[in-house]
C-alpha cells in the first residue's frame, strides 16, 4: 500500500552561495559607484542646469530660467571655434596614428627583454608634469630655440622660423603628449595578433601590402578605434597646450571654455559651451561602442 505524502514546502532563509557573492559584489562596488556619482554625474548634472541660468550681476549664476545661452550659440564664431577644435583633433588623431602604429608594431615584434624596454621609453613621458612638457616644447620652438638654431647652424635657413603660436606648434604639442595613448591600445591589440595569418596569407600569394591592408589591419581594428578615441576626446577639450604654444591666435573650444569662467566669470554660457562639447564627444564614443558590439557579436 502506498502512502502519500505531502512534499515539504518551507523555504530554507539561509542565503545560498550565489546571493552571499552577489551581496559581497555589490558591497565592493558600493565605493566606486559613491565616488563616480559625487565627482562625475553631480557635476555634470550641476553642469548641465547651469547651462539653463542666467549670469549674476558680479559672476556666477542667477537663479532664474532661461534659453538664452543656447540662442547665443547661433553666432558663427562659437562654430567656426568647434570646428578648429575637432580639425585639430582629428589631424592629431591621424597623425598619432601613422605614428603610433610602426611604433606599437615594431615594439610587440620585439623579443625579450627589448620589448619591454621600448615599452618604458613610451611610458617614461608620463612620470613628467603634462604642463612642464608643453613648457619644454617652447624652449624647442621658439624663434631662438633648439629648432631654429639647429637650422641656421646647417645652413638650412636664412633667418628664423615662426614656429612658436601658431597652429602648428599646437599639433606638435598634442601630438607628443597624447601619442602614449594611441600606441599602449595598438601594442595590446597586435600583441594578441597570432602572426600565423600573416604566413598563411603569403602562401596564398598575398604580398606585403595586401597582407596588411586585409589581414593585419583589420584583425587590428579595436585597438586603431580604441586608441583614436582615447587621442581624439583629450584634443577636442585641449586647452593648455594651446593656450601655451598657440597663444591667442589659436583659440579653441577649451580655451574659449575657461576663458568663460575664469575672465567673463560667465559661468551659464561655460556651462552650455561644455554641454556642446561634450555631445562632439559623444558621436565617437557611440560609434566605438557600437563598432566593439558588432565584433562581439
Known amino acids: 500500500m502506498t502512502i502519500w505524502q505531502q512534499p515539504d514546502r518551507t523555504f530554507s532563509t539561509t542565503p545560498t552561495i550565489e546571493t552571499r557573492k552577489q551581496a559581497s559584489l555589490l558591497v565592493l562596488l558600493l565605493p566606486a559607484t559613491i565616488f563616480l556619482l559625487i565627482f562625475f554625474v553631480l557635476p555634470l548634472l550641476i553642469v548641465l542646469v547651469y547651462s539653463f541660468l542666467d549670469r549674476g550681476t558680479y559672476g556666477g549664476v542667477s ?8 540662442q547665443r550659440l547661433a553666432g558663427s564664431v562659437y562654430w567656426t ?3 578648429r577644435s575637432c580639425w585639430l583633433a582629428l589631424l592629431t588623431t591621424f597623425a598619432c596614428l601613422l605614428v603610433g602604429y610602426p611604433l606599437a608594431f615594431f615594439i610587440a615584434t620585439r623579443p625579450q627583454p627589448w620589448r619591454s624596454i621600448c615599452l618604458l621609453l613610451v ?4 612620470w613628467t608634469n603634462f604642463l612642464v612638457r608643453t613648457y619644454a616644447w617652447m624652449v624647442l620652438l621658439r624663434t631662438e630655440g633648439v629648432i631654429n638654431t639647429l637650422l641656421q647652424g646647417l645652413h638650412l635657413i636664412d633667418k628664423p622660423l615662426t614656429l612658436l603660436f601658431t597652429p602648428f606648434a599646437v599639433g606638435i604639442g598634442l601630438i607628443y603628449g597624447y ?8 601594442y595590446a591589440a597586435i600583441e594578441r595578433f597570432n602572426f600565423s595569418f600573416i604566413e598563411a596569407a603569403h602562401d596564398l600569394g598575398a604580398g606585403d601590402w595586401r ?10 581594428r579595436r585597438g ?4 583614436s578615441l582615447l587621442v581624439f576626446i ?3 577639450g585641449a586647452f593648455i597646450t594651446p ?3 598657440g597663444g591667442a591666435k589659436t583659440l579653441t573650444i577649451g580655451n574659449l571654455i575657461q576663458n568663460q569662467f575664469l575672465k567673463a566669470r560667465d559661468w551659464p554660457f561655460g556651462s552650455t559651451l561644455s554641454i556642446l562639447m561634450m555631445a562632439v564627444i559623444i558621436i565617437p564614443i557611440l560609434f566605438y561602442l557600437r563598432t566593439a558590439e558588432k565584433d562581439a557579436g
Open 211 to 220: 597582407t596588411f591592408w586585409q589581414v593585419i589591419l583589420p584583425l587590428t
Open 81 to 83: 571655434v568647434l570646428w
Open 123 to 126: 611610458i617614461v613621458p608620463f
Open 243 to 245: 593656450d601655451i604654444l
Open 179 to 186: 601619442l602614449p595613448f594611441m600606441v599602449l591600445p595598438l
Open 224 to 227: 586603431i578605434l580604441a586608441g
Open 234 to 236: 583629450p584634443s577636442v
Open 63 to 70: 537663479w532664474t530660467f532661461t534659453f538664452k545661452n543656447y
